[in-house]
């Protein structure tokens, strides 16, 4: 069956949309944690930090530059602060992935139904909608984050640095997201190019 690759993909994408949902939720309950009984152990708040000794890692005849490393750093006691701020940190670029992965299932379930539904107005918002919830969302996920560690790195670091690089992810999600509105607007416009053709007939 021409559908039966979709329905695997929408199965599997619909798999890792519920395993996402319980990892926000754990999440959560580790946030909350932080906030009024303090960090469990083997958790706490990743910050990067900079000027990282490495003594001895890098090969003769070469030389490292700008070192960067996480540290897993453990607030003593209740910290609601920070754990808000922790909670900016990765909360919302979750969500993004989430509504945009929840988008692309919705968009695959209607299509299952054949090639007419695949393309059609319904799809074409589906992909308009996820190209804006991986630009917006990615951009402002990354500048809450940026802010957020930032706040977290002068309070729990005696060393900190305002000015790390955006995340890895964000480029690539920028530009999943302007594909996803460039398909749509191909699916849109070659819906309206068969309505006029089917108007003639």
Known sequence: MP???ITRLETLLSIG????????????ATNVLI???????????????????????VAPGASAGAVTAEVMVRPEGAAPLESLLYLLMWLPATVTG??????LV?????ARSGDRALFSAVTAGHLRRLGWILICGSIGSAVLGWA??????SMLLTDDRLF?????????AIVAGVAALGV???VRRGLALLEEVEATI
């Open 148 to 153: 957020a560690e930032a706040i977290l790195s």
């Open 98 to 103: 989430l509504l945009a992965l929840f988008t």
């Open 3 to 5: 559908t039966r690759w």
């Open 17 to 28: 949309l519920a395993l996402g949902c319980l990892g926000v939720l754990a999440g959560l």
């Open 164 to 172: 790390f690089p955006p995340p890895a992810a964000l480029p690539g």
């Open 184 to 186: 749509s607007e191909i």
């Open 106 to 110: 919705r968009a695959l379930r209607r």
């Open 35 to 57: 906030a009024f009984f303090g960090a469990p152990a083997g958790t706490g708040v990743p910050l990067r930090v900079p000027a990282v000794p490495v003594p001895g890692a």
